[in-house]
């Protein structure tokens, strides 16, 4: 039996036309992963989470001590400072050396800025 005629006893059995078999889109694993974390914004939250855990090894134990990282969105690092004087000498003093130093670590597209908050 050819397949265009058993396509036609098949649909006249039926009642209903035959669909058209899909191609097979196998693809592995490690092809889809990144596409998929792009999709799903995860890889976005894995470098924020790579920053975070980085911060204290970045700006020392004191700072580390009285501020924490809160947010990586648009390549702007946004800290949670405690203390004003603190956030005067991180602002002023110290952004540009942080900053220099997480682009050296983690690249200019990640982090393109710092912004320091009180809270």
Do not use: C, N
Request: net charge positive.
């Amino acid at each position: 039996m050819t397949p265009s005629l058993r396509t036609a006893v098949l649909q006249e059995w039926r009642g209903l036309p035959e669909l058209p078999r899909s191609r097979d889109r196998w693809q592995q694993t490690s092809q889809l992963m990144p596409a998929l974390m792009q999709k799903l914004g995860l890889k976005e939250r894995l470098r924020e989470s790579e920053v975070i855990d980085a911060w204290s090894s970045i700006v020392g134990e004191f700072i580390a001590g009285h501020s924490a990282p809160v947010a990586l969105r648009e390549g702007i690092l946004y800290v949670r400072v405690i203390q004003p004087s603190l956030h005067y000498e991180l602002e002023r003093i110290a952004k540009t050396e942080i900053l220099r130093k997480l682009t050296r670590r983690f690249g200019g597209k990640t982090i393109s800025d710092v912004r320091f908050r009180l809270g």
